[in-house]
């Protein structure tokens, strides 16, 4: 589409805290052996360091395991409050892009204290072809979010922004737009690694469709996002996801929302100005049929000490615009190395189709479809905390419904197809100024056979991105 205090009791369980503290007596151990002047071998002790942070990090993931199985742990001392459980796997791009750290606030006796922070998202932007430049604040984010009880959380977020447009022209204060972006309530203490949540929010459906611009690995969403889901997986509804109790990780997920998108995608049609819109017909009321739902299943395999893979596969199918089916893969290759050093290899495929009565005539018949397939692939590099450099290929093909005026007038009459191929190349380089504030370099060049920036079929767009954080701002993101 998010830390409990300290007592003397130990937080983790019991099968956990004395590996721990073996492996902070050999740390101490280490430190001792550091210090005494008949050990100067510096590279002998760096590496003996770099084996203890491995078999650190290889009881992080034990505990890790371990809580996914619990619905909620109650801190020590403190009957009031709960630790939420988060699932979390190894990779810090779960944890909103690993570049913060945070979490809900406890609810005292007697009210609700919830955690309130703000992301702001600032986008410049340059089209060569339309020879354009825009300043857009693409996401000014207000997040509050809290524990109600030892049963349930609930968050809200609000949001004011415009669209990322490079070759649009940019209007004084007309494209800024407020309006509510997530509103959900979820449990934290159903059994069996059951969790429920209801109201609106960002399905868990695809890996990057749930993420908010602004936690995003690049500056913008991939095309293939765009065409098939209008973006962002933003819905109405439930949704249920189940960890099992199993030595590794697995998350399915279930849902039925009214809709999964942010827009319309490409597969809804275009007006006369290639703009997105309904040209399928929709019911005056929507039943259980109408709804939208879908499935997704994930997992992360541990490959090696400091190699993880992630893997998902998800399907949705709905009938409100006429009948709507897409489906997917996608994985990730993480490889942590010394130093705080980073590899990562990600990609994803999806296809989707769009069929069922038509607004206008379509050649004479009075239904049609529409289909498209496409994909992304990325790699990057993070060098310690501060720099990440990355590339990413995208792929999209779409054959779809636009409006046509058969008299030349500007009256839409009839609907004709439009098919598109569209392949872009990114390159980025992110600069971590702080836990707080990051900038992101970005140059993208795409070619179409369809007019993309202007009458032009291709263009070189660059994006220069600087988010802030105030506060806390996490959001629950899970493979």
């Known amino acids: 589409m998010h830390h409990a205090?300290?007592?003397?009791?130990?937080?983790?369980?019991?099968?956990?805290?004395?590996p721990l503290i073996a492996a902070a007596l050999a740390i101490s151990s280490s430190a001792s052996l550091a210090a005494s002047p008949a050990n100067t071998d510096l590279e002998v002790l760096r590496k003996q360091i770099d084996a203890l942070r491995g078999d650190v990090e290889k009881l992080q993931q034990q505990l890790h395991q371990q809580r996914l199985t619990q619905p909620y742990a109650a801190v020590p001392g403190r009957s009031q409050t709960i630790e939420p459980a988060t699932a979390r796997s190894s990779d810090p791009q779960l944890q909103t892009s690993g570049w913060r750290q945070g979490g809900p606030s406890l609810a005292p006796k007697g009210g609700i204290?919830?955690?309130?922070?703000?992301?702001?998202?600032?986008?410049?932007?340059?089209?060569?072809?339309q020879d354009n430049v825009r300043l857009t604040p693409r996401d000014a984010e207000l997040m509050f979010q809290a524990n109600i009880d030892p049963f349930a959380r609930a968050y809200l977020i609000t949001n004011a922004g415009s669209e990322l447009d490079p070759t649009g022209k940019q209007g004084a204060?007309?494209?800024?737009?407020?309006?509510?972006?997530?509103?959900?309530?979820?449990?934290?203490?159903?059994?069996?690694?059951?969790?429920?949540?209801?109201?609106?929010?960002?399905?868990?459906?695809?890996?990057?469709?749930?993420?908010?611009?602004?936690?995003?690995?690049?500056v913008d969403h991939p095309p293939v996002l765009e065409q098939l889901l209008g973006g962002e997986t933003k819905g109405r509804g439930v949704e249920l996801n189940w960890v099992p109790p199993v030595p590794y990780y697995i998350k399915l997920t279930l849902g039925a929302v009214d809709n999964v998108g942010a827009e319309r995608s490409a597969l809804g049609g275009f007006n006369l100005d290639r703009e997105s819109t309904r040209v399928f017909q929709t019911p005056e009321t929507r039943g259980f049929g109408s709804l939208t739902y879908y499935w997704r299943g994930a997992s992360v395999i541990e490959l090696g000490e400091s190699v993880f893979l992630h893997m998902g596969t998800n399907v949705l199918h709905g009938r409100d615009e006429g009948t709507r089916t897409v489906w997917g893969a996608d994985a990730k290759l993480v490889w942590r190395l010394s130093g705080n050093n980073e590899a990562e290899i990600g990609g994803e495929f999806l296809s989707g189709r769009q069929s069922g009565a038509l607004t206008h005539p379509l050649h004479g018949a009075d239904t049609g479809g529409a289909r498209g397939k496409g994909g992304y692939v990325y790699a990057q590099y993070r060098i310690g905390k501060t720099w990440t450099p990355g590339v990413r290929f995208d792929f999209v093909r779409t054959h779809t419904l636009a409006e046509a005026d058969s008299t030349g007038g500007t009256t839409t009459d009839s609907l004709e197809t439009s098919d598109e191929t569209l392949r872009a190349v990114?390159?980025?380089?992110?600069?971590?100024?702080?836990?707080?504030?990051?900038?992101?370099?970005?140059?993208?060049?795409?070619?179409?056979?369809?007019?993309?920036?202007?009458?032009?079929?291709?263009?070189?767009?660059?994006?220069?991105?600087?988010?802030?954080?105030?506060?806390?701002?996490?959001?629950?993101?899970?493979?």
Do not use: C
């Open 426 to 479: 990114s390159g980025y380089l992110g600069y971590q100024i702080s836990e707080y504030q990051r900038l992101r370099l970005q140059l993208t060049y795409a070619n179409s056979n369809q007019a993309i920036s202007g009458d032009s079929k291709h263009d070189l767009q660059a994006f220069l991105q600087w988010t802030i954080l105030l506060g806390s701002h996490q959001h629950a993101l899970t493979p």
């Open 113 to 129: 204290s919830p955690n309130i922070s703000v992301a702001i998202d600032a986008v410049g932007s340059y089209s060569q072809k």
């Open 173 to 218: 204060f007309d494209q800024v737009t407020f309006g509510l972006e997530e509103a959900a309530i979820e449990t934290t203490a159903l059994p069996f690694g059951l969790q429920l949540k209801a109201g609106q929010f960002f399905a868990d459906f695809t890996r990057l469709g749930k993420f908010h611009p602004h936690d995003l690995p690049f």
């Open 5 to 18: 205090p300290q007592h003397a009791m130990s937080p983790f369980p019991k099968n956990l805290s004395s």
